[in-house]
């Protein structure tokens, strides 16, 4: 079974805060990503990962960096917290290889996140 | 740019009804389609994905979603709903001209199966 964890289940910081969200997996995938989940807007992409320090923009990445510097650990960071960030952020993966058609995103349990 | 609506945000249903949950995507080429739930407390899962072939898909606990083309739509299916249902519902989508994989997601579908 494919396993994805992240760091922490719930964190609460201040704003101007930097905050670090880590992801990890145990099955050798390539691609790695982050969304953030909020009420009616289902999951959006922040940023992606297909390979070690290589990175892509999502659809929502302003505000955010990551960083993947192994193969299995993919860091999302928020640079300097704001209220508007909080959410709940939820890391996946998949296989990859460049990109393969009809490929499954495995996705870990999330981390709440409130930024007061 | 890809983009997915789902229609229902919240459904409360009885056990034993049939359940169809709305979706539909904007994308012109070729697509992967993907329903993925989350039941409470738990991680988000795979429940079905359409990727070629026969458009009527079936997935795990009963489920199934059909994939019609000149509508644009992925609407998933349950002929009996149990409690154990009760869950949120994703439909995504990735679209052939994403080379990463990356995913567009609707806003998700509470279900309430009351027992």
């Known amino acids: 079974d494919v396993k994805v964890t992240q760091s922490s289940r719930y964190l609460v910081k201040r704003t101007g805060e930097k905050v670090f969200l880590e992801c990890v997996q145990d099955?050798?995938?390539?691609?790695m990503f982050w969304y953030r989940q909020d009420p009616g807007l289902g999951l959006r992409l922040i940023y992606f990962?297909?390979?070690?320090?290589?990175?892509e923009k999502g659809d929502i990445p302003e505000g955010y960096s990551v960083s993947r510097e192994k193969k299995e650990r993919f860091s999302l960071i928020l640079e300097s917290a704001s209220t508007n960030q909080t959410s709940m952020y939820l890391c996946?993966?998949?296989?990859?290889?460049?990109?393969?058609?009809?490929?499954?995103?495995?996705f870990g349990p999330g981390t709440r996140l409130l930024v007061l | 740019a890809q983009s997915v609506s789902q229609h229902n945000h919240h459904v409360i249903l009885s056990e034993a009804a049939s359940l169809e949950l709305g979706c539909n995507y904007s994308y012109g080429g070729t697509v992967n389609l993907f329903w993925y739930v989350q039941y409470p407390g738990q991680h988000l899962q795979l429940l079905l994905k359409?990727?070629?072939?026969?458009?009527l898909v079936k997935g795990i606990k009963g489920f199934e979603a059909e994939f019609i083309k000149s509508k644009f739509s992925f609407n998933l299916r349950k002929p009996s709903v149990q409690w154990s249902d009760t869950a949120e519902y994703f439909c995504a989508v990735r679209g052939n001209n994403n080379a990463g994989n990356m995913l567009t997601f609707g806003g998700g579908t509470r279900l309430m199966v009351k027992p």
């Open positions: 359409y990727f070629s072939g026969d458009p």
């Open positions: 099955m050798d995938h390539e691609n």
């Open positions: 996946a993966s998949s296989l990859g290889a460049s990109g393969r058609w009809g490929e499954t995103q495995y």
């Open positions: 990962s297909y390979d070690v320090k290589m990175k």
